[in-house]
């Protein structure tokens, strides 16, 4: 199943060499980066930045670490002398400026994955169009309308060029958030016909079921990003859209929803994904240097070691508002499966915290580590936070600390949840009621009886299913009007915060981008 990482990573390695040939021309002129664009059988070398760029979307320092320390899902509070940067706590108090390092990091990525999208899509232009090389133009024309779309969801703007725009001493377009949308929606309406399905390209490509759940997410935040009703012109509602967008992945057969939860989500999960719900994942192979964040470190305490798993940074936790939306049976809550070989459960880790053979474990200052849901943004002990360990590691894992677990960036239960959302939306409550006790049955919880249905057990729902994956929740905080409300550690935000601050280096950089509203 990994064969497209090794693939991957090996057409990297040779692309950094291929844009070095300058430095020794008479040595390397039989590798010269002419000759390999002029060849449509280097078109995957040329498409792997491109795919490699995806990694970034799972980044510590940038856009994992923004778009959930924002929400009510993450927080990085200062511990002592640890973990004391403001920059940390003012993303989830909403007291963040265009100054901020970790939004800026977010910004620059988003940036980088457009121009990496359109060196690609520059050079794949080039070759002859076999079906290979319009293939990859396709799933590389998605991932820049991946790249668009966050900037568009984060920032409401952003300079653009398009890949035939190579006269840089021009400035480039800039696009407000409708003119954004127009584009993002054109884009995906004309790939999504032309992209291959599951099963027709390697584990670990686009396919068109990924632009497709994009395409859907537009038009479920349509009304949040237009302010307007979300209706076509021809009175046809956007929640219409956002259904028939989802039946057609649904009926397309090539996805199920997953028997075990926790298996999306352990090491080595690339075959059970495949073979289950997986829609887009975002590869990580040790063997082939494609190593993950550091799931465990980022969170566990410095004592809760295990094999090859050390040197823990005890950082961010989740919140009580959080935990508070749970069934605490619910399976996806805590699952137990690796405690005799961790002595960690999955899931939210909560209370008395042990070692592999059961015996307490104690903090730096020896007394019971036994983790609160209450902490101090400002000011926290060592053992505040309840912790999450959404990505199970390999126990026997000789590499430690890093990541083995492909990330689920899109999954087919979205897909069902949106669908759910958008017929509840659309006075359909008998369709919503049938979607979300499908995910429910999966999971082996309670089914929800037609009068107990309502947007907020949706809302939580999608909690429960993609908590700590990445962008979902602030979105989904924002659609549900929670973003801006108080919360524990967190005051009233004014409603501008919705929208990040441009950076103020992207500010410096460009004198016609001007600052989002409330910033200035």
């Not at 059988?41 to 980044?59: E, F, G, H, T």
């Not at 958030?177 to 992209?195: D, F, K, N, S």
């Not at 993950?292 to 009580?320: E, S, V």
Request: aromatic residues 12%; contains cysteine.
């Amino acid at each position: 199943m990994k064969n497209i990482t090794n693939l991957i990573y090996s057409l990297l390695v040779i692309f950094s060499l291929v844009g070095c040939t300058n430095l020794q021309e008479e040595i390397l002129n039989e590798k010269d980066g002419s000759k390999a664009i002029a060849d449509s059988k280097n078109a995957p070398m040329i498409v792997a930045p491109a795919y490699a760029y995806l990694r970034d979307l799972q980044s510590r320092s940038g856009v994992w670490l923004v778009l959930e320390s924002v929400t009510d899902e993450v927080v990085f509070p200062t511990r002592g002398t640890d973990w004391n940067n403001a920059n940390y706590r003012t993303l989830f108090t909403h007291e963040y400026d265009d100054k901020n390092t970790y939004i800026k990091n977010t910004w620059n990525s988003f940036m980088i994955g457009i121009t990496k999208c359109n060196t690609a899509l520059l050079y794949l232009s080039k070759f002859e169009q076999t079906d290979e090389v319009k293939n990859f133009i396709n799933e590389t024309r998605f991932i820049r309308a991946l790249c668009m779309y966050h900037l568009m969801d984060c920032f409401g703007k952003f300079p653009m060029r398009e890949y035939t725009e190579i006269d840089f001493s021009k400035k480039p377009q800039l696009l407000e958030r409708a003119e954004a949308i127009t584009r993002i929606e054109r884009e995906l309406t004309e790939i999504i016909p032309l992209l291959k399905l599951k099963g027709e390209v390697p584990y670990g490509r686009v396919t068109r079921a990924a632009a497709q759940l994009l395409l859907a997410k537009l038009y479920l935040n349509y009304q949040v990003y237009t302010g307007t009703a979300p209706t076509f012109a021809d009175g046809q509602t956007k929640w219409k859209e956002v259904i028939e967008v989802c039946d057609d992945v649904i009926k397309s057969g090539k996805y199920v929803l997953a028997d075990d939860y926790w298996k999306l989500y352990l090491a080595f999960n690339e075959t059970y994904s495949d073979q289950t719900e997986t829609i887009l994942p975002i590869i990580y192979n040790m063997t082939a240097g494609l190593s993950g964040i550091d799931w465990l470190n980022i969170t566990l305490h410095y004592n809760q070691t295990f094999g090859a798993f050390k040197g823990m940074w005890n950082g961010c936790c989740t919140t009580p508002d959080f935990l508070s939306t749970w069934d605490t049976t619910d399976p996806r809550y805590q699952d137990n499966r690796l405690r005799s070989q961790t002595g960690l459960n999955l899931g939210i880790l909560v209370g008395q915290q042990y070692n592999m053979k059961g015996e307490k474990l104690k903090t730096r200052t020896g007394v019971d580590l036994m983790y609160t849901p209450e902490f101090s943004v400002q000011n926290s002990t060592e053992a505040q936070g309840a912790r999450v360990v959404k990505y199970g590691p390999d126990p026997a894992s000789t590499y430690g600390n890093k990541s083995e677990n492909d990330f689920q960036y899109y999954r087919l239960t979205d897909i069902y949840l949106m669908r759910a959302e958008a017929k509840l939306r659309n006075n359909d409550a008998k369709g919503a009621l049938d979607d979300i006790n499908a995910v429910r049955q999966k999971r082996g919880v309670a089914l929800y009886k037609q009068d107990e249905l309502t947007l907020e057990k949706i809302y939580n729902e999608r909690g429960y299913e993609f908590y700590w994956d990445g962008p979902s929740r602030r979105n989904d905080m924002v659609r549900f009007n929670h973003y801006c409300a108080a919360r524990y550690e967190k005051p009233v935000s004014e409603p501008y915060k919705i929208l990040l601050p441009i950076p103020l280096s992207a500010l410096e950089a460009n004198s016609d981008l001007k600052q989002n509203k409330g910033y200035e």
